[in-house]
């Protein structure tokens, strides 16, 4: 898997779009952006993924850019509730394809 | 979005006993499932690679004697702490991967089982 660099920590006030950026320069052309978040002592959410093409559903959207070495996963109007650490995996698909998670990074929404 | 669940939520054991936690995927059949553990403030660690009928693969580093790993059945994998010891104590996780759904399935996880070896 390729290897993702994200800030630590990023805050954002409820109700405006919060924009996670991940560096994933050393990505392969079959592996997929994921995006998971982790509230407190819960196990991890699933939120996107993508291959090259931008994607939205009814969470967030992810934009990759056109090199796919970086993408961005946008909250459109973050509430308290999406307080949680944010990890972005590089992976290629597949049953049995690992997620390797990274450190994250922790987004705190305050009012 | 589906769902894994995962039991007990919560263990306290003496050391030296064993724990089983129990994970079941509850509206999916899961050929492949994986744990994680986490320790504070830590990110998650990948465990092992459980297969539905087959021997689980374990990351480089997990002691397969201690951690015991069982996938008898499309929809429950089970992990065993053997003689579990305080440095054990740990954010148990496991996820699972719909087996219909394809190349594109992301992994589903479960709640957490929260071990705690006095």
Known sequence: DAKTTQPPSMDCAEGRAANLPCNHSTISGNEYVYWYRQIHSQGPQYIIHGLKNNETNEMASLIITEDRKSSTLILPHATLRDTAVYYCIATRTGTASKLTFGTGTRLQVTL | ?118
């Open chain 2, 1 to 118: 979005g589906a769902v894994v669940s995962q039991h007990p939520s919560r263990v306290i054991c003496k050391s030296g006993t064993s724990v089983k936690i129990e994970c079941r995927s509850l509206d999916f059949q899961a050929t492949t499932m994986f744990w994680y553990r986490q320790f504070p403030k830590k990110s998650l660690m990948l465990m092992a690679t459980s297969n539905e009928g087959s021997k689980a693969t374990y990351e480089q580093g997990v002691e397969k004697d201690k951690f015991l790993i069982n996938h008898a059945s499309l929809t429950l994998s089970t992990l065993t702490v053997t003689s579990a010891h305080p440095e054990d104590s740990s954010f148990y996780i496991c996820s699972a991967r719909d087996g219909l759904a394809g190349l594109r399935s992301e992994q589903f996880f479960g709640p957490g089982t929260r071990l705690t070896v006095l």
